[in-house]
């Protein structure tokens, strides 16, 4: 059961309204299905409008930005919660950590790299929590080609290109990463974790 959600998202609000209104409707599934949203912790873009209305909802919103980013003033001062952390590495774990799923909605290169972050500590068993693209205005497209390529090329997995799950509409979003199984890591990961490699 999924009790808190994290979600990357920009920290800008796109050129296509449809971002902003999947960012409103994936807040109104996490009120609806009393999740507790976990984020960056920002005032600006899509992620303001994900904390804005949730919290206008009733609902909890945790926040975890670097201190560096606090003092430019882009952190939102009515979360439930918020943690101030050094660096970003440190902010991805305390998301990782407080969070038993993941969303990303659209966004640039914050968001891409938390997205690959969360699949590669899946990939090598160092985490089991499922990740999904909401794929808003077909946004993600050319990402889901692009790792598509990768598995035709002999670079990615089929079974790891499974871990990437694909919402097209916010009705199917909690059912799917409820129903999410953990792909097994490669052998050579527990041989590694043994010391034989």
Not at 38 to 65: E, F, H, I, Q, S
Not at 176 to 181: C, I
Request: hydrophobic share 45%; aromatic share 8%.
């Amino acid at each position: 059961m999924i009790k808190n959600l994290c979600v990357f998202c920009g920290s800008s609000l796109g050129s296509n309204p449809a971002y902003a209104e999947g960012a409103a409707q994936l807040a109104k599934i996490l009120l609806n299905n009393n999740i507790t949203l976990v984020y960056g912790g920002a005032n600006v873009g899509l992620m303001r409008v994900l904390a804005d209305t949730v919290l206008k909802g009733g609902g909890k919103v945790v926040g975890v930005m670097p201190r560096s980013l606090v003092e430019k003033e882009v952190a939102h001062q009515h979360l439930t919660e918020m943690h101030i952390v050094d660096g970003m590495q440190e902010r991805k774990a305390l998301m990782a950590d407080l969070s038993d799923a993941f969303i990303a909605l659209p966004g640039a290169f914050g968001t891409l790299d938390e997205i690959f972050e969360v699949l590669t500590w899946n990939q090598l068993g160092i985490i089991h929590k499922p990740l999904g693209l909401f794929n808003t205005g077909g946004y993600f497209d050319p990402l889901l080609a692009m790792l598509n390529r990768a598995v035709e090329q002999q670079f990615l997995r089929p079974e790891h290109r499974k871990m990437v799950l694909e919402f097209n509409s916010v009705e199917e979003i909690i059912g799917q990463l409820e129903a999410y199984r953990p792909v097994e890591a490669p052998k050579w990961i527990e041989r590694l974790k043994e010391g034989k490699i």
